[in-house]
């Protein structure tokens, strides 16, 4: 088939982006934690605010920029230089969709604990309080 390995590369791109919000709501991603792990009481959790906060606005802004590319590609009719021809608009779209979803997984978990100051453990998938 013509273009298949392309497909495969957007594929592989798709899903990756896709899973990015379910991951973070499993406590999956990859977290740097050297020197979170070492304060304890208040200054954990407004660590974990600032962090959380930071996380929310650069997942906004970089959802922003792929929705803005996918858009353009769609409006000057960007294809793909591959055999396939494929419009980029549409695997564009799937990287814009998943950076949405993890905009919204960030700004949930930085509302929750703003609000109750509570922080997920890092063993399982349970909140601890931390005062």
């Known amino acids: ?11 592989m791109a798709a899903g990756s982006f896709l899973a990015l919000a379910a991951t973070l709501r499993q406590g ?16 954990r959790v407004w660590a974990e605010i600032f962090c959380l906060a930071v996380a929310t606005l650069l997942t906004a802004y970089f959802t922003y920029y792929a929705g803005k590319l996918a858009y353009d590609s769609y409006i000057y009719h960007d294809i793909s230089q591959n055999t396939d021809a494929t419009p980029l608009w549409i695997p564009q779209l799937s990287m814009a969709v998943g950076l949405f979803g993890l905009f919204v997984a960030f700004a949930e978990e930085f509302v929750y604990v703003l609000r109750t100051r509570r922080l997920p453990r890092e063993e399982s998938g349970e909140m601890a309080r931390t005062e």
Do not use: E, N, S, W
């Open 1 to 11: 088939m013509d273009g298949g390995d392309a497909y495969a590369g957007y594929f």
């Open 28 to 43: 999956d991603h990859i977290r740097v934690t050297l020197i979170l792990q070492r304060l304890h009481g208040k200054p």
